[in-house]
């Protein structure tokens, strides 16, 4: 299975528009990808908003409950949030939700640096998988994989996913 970048590129114009629509009831105040898809995915979200919202980005790998199993990433970035994240409304994006444990770490971090008013997720790919009870509210593909498979996206500039044969977790 392979999403070239005009097939993701309607899954994130479709995002966007669900993600207008809770921002008019929430009052969304910052966009926060997580490193390194979930940025990609991010900014390529916010630029297809008509409204585009600040956008900050945090790498969630200090933070993560399972580094026997994947290890620590060899490029860690530092987390760069330009706003305020104390009572803002905030919409976490990441390019696939499986077992929850990123969504986790992320929300560890977001909360060493405030106390956000809310926290939406919005991901690309849902492959199900749940070790911890997350759920996204707004989603581009909801998929149904094997154990052995998961999808991988490449970019940042060009953005494509495909199905891979599983390495290591995630």
Same mark, same amino acid.
């Given at each position: !299975?392979?999403?070239?970048? $005009?097939?993701?590129?309607?899954?994130?114009?479709? !995002?966007? *528009?669900?993600?207008?629509?809770? $921002?008019?009831?929430? +009052?969304?105040?910052?966009?926060?990808?997580?490193?390194?898809?979930?940025?990609?995915?991010?900014?390529?979200?916010?630029?297809?908003? *008509?409204?585009?919202?600040?956008?900050?980005?945090?790498?969630?790998?200090?933070?993560?409950?399972?580094?026997?199993?994947?290890?620590?990433?060899?490029?860690?970035?530092?987390?760069?949030?330009?706003?305020?994240?104390?009572?803002?409304?905030?919409?976490?994006?990441?390019?696939?939700? !499986?077992?929850?444990?990123?969504?986790?770490?992320? !929300?560890?971090?977001?909360?060493?640096?405030?106390?956000?008013? *809310?926290?939406?997720?919005?991901?690309?790919?849902?492959? +199900?998988?749940?070790?911890?009870?997350?759920?996204?509210?707004?989603? +581009?593909?909801?998929? *149904?994989?094997?154990?052995?498979?998961?999808?991988?996206?490449?970019?940042?500039?060009?953005?494509?996913?495909?199905?891979?044969?599983?390495?290591?977790?995630?």
């Amino acid at each position: !299975m392979h999403w070239n970048p $005009e097939q993701i590129d309607a899954l994130l114009r479709d !995002m966007a *528009s669900a993600l207008e629509r809770l $921002e008019e009831t929430d +009052g969304a105040t910052g966009l926060v990808g997580i490193e390194s898809g979930g940025a990609w995915v991010a900014k390529a979200l916010n630029e297809r908003l *008509s409204k585009p919202l600040p956008l900050g980005f945090l790498d969630a790998n200090f933070y993560r409950d399972d580094f026997e199993k994947r290890g620590l990433k060899k490029s860690v970035k530092p987390s760069k949030l330009p706003f305020d994240v104390e009572g803002a409304h905030l919409i976490l994006v990441d390019d696939v939700l !499986m077992t929850g444990r990123t969504i986790r770490a992320a !929300m560890n971090e977001l909360f060493d640096f405030g106390r956000p008013a *809310s926290i939406r997720l919005a991901v690309l790919f849902d492959i +199900g998988r749940r070790e911890l009870p997350i759920r996204a509210d707004v989603c +581009g593909e909801v998929l *149904s994989l094997p154990a052995e498979q998961r999808v991988e996206l490449s970019g940042p500039d060009r953005l494509e996913a495909s199905v891979q044969a599983v390495g290591n977790g995630r």
